[in-house]
């Protein structure tokens, strides 16, 4: 079973900041899933990646598989980018399970 | 399409109670999953299901039963709540074939008192 970890726990930035939260996961992987978890509760997936750097908008996620090792990176942050950024890992069984992060809570100040 | 939808959104039982959660899937998908979100912790995975009339159980099963007798819809019972089994209720579903992206649905909040 994977171990995934993330830092930090919380997060408090003043609008415009750049934001990085970093994952980091015991066993290699294939990808790496960053999902986003809005204030309402609901959980969407952000960016799956397996190498290098994906790009969506204002946000930025960078992978380094040698490593084991992945950051989310926000810039010009907004309120609205308030929510909990949640990192998950596939473990190897067959039904391709996700080991989930624990969050980090960003709250982005106007 | 309305993706993944959970009923009910809230529920407050009493210990002892039994319940069923309702995960309903619109998308085809053959992998269905039950997590259960506590404070400071991951998403934990309870039970999940590899296609029509499969389950398998997870990380934290005990207490908790599923059945997947149609493609669409994954259930998750609870025959005797505890008060431990307080928590945000979360399925998912996925395609059988990569990316393995996992759709959401809204949550389920149970408090057992």
């Known amino acids: 079973k994977n171990e995934v970890e993330q830092s930090p726990q919380n997060l408090t930035a003043q609008e415009g900041e750049f934001i990085t939260i970093n994952c980091s996961y015991s066993v290699g992987i294939s990808a790496l899933h960053w999902l986003q978890q809005h204030p309402g509760g609901g959980i969407v997936s952000l960016f799956m990646?397996?190498?290098g750097k994906k790009k969506h908008g204002r946000l930025i996620a960078t992978i380094n598989i040698q490593e084991k090792h992945s950051s989310l990176h926000i810039t010009a942050s907004h309120p609205r980018d308030s929510a909990v950024y949640i990192c998950a890992a596939p473990d190897s069984g067959s039904a391709r399970q996700l080991t989930f992060g624990s969050g980090t809570q960003l709250t982005v100040l106007p | 399409n309305a993706g993944v939808t959970q009923t009910p959104k809230f529920r407050v039982l009493k210990t002892g109670q039994s319940m069923t959660l309702l995960c309903a899937q619109d998308m085809n998908h053959e992998y269905m999953y039950w997590y259960r979100q506590d404070p400071g912790m991951g998403l934990r995975l309870i039970h999940y299901?590899?296609?029509?009339?499969?389950?398998a159980k997870g990380e934290v099963p005990d207490g908790y039963n599923v059945s997947r007798l149609k493609k669409q819809n994954f259930l998750l019972g609870l025959e005797s709540a505890a008060p431990s089994q307080t928590s945000v209720y979360f399925c998912?579903?996925?395609?059988?074939?990569?990316?393995?992206?996992?759709?959401f649905g809204p949550g389920t909040r149970l408090l057992v008192l």
């Open positions: 299901s590899v296609g029509e009339g499969t389950t």
């Open positions: 990646l397996s190498s």
């Open positions: 998912a579903s996925r395609e059988d074939r990569s990316p393995d992206t996992q759709y």
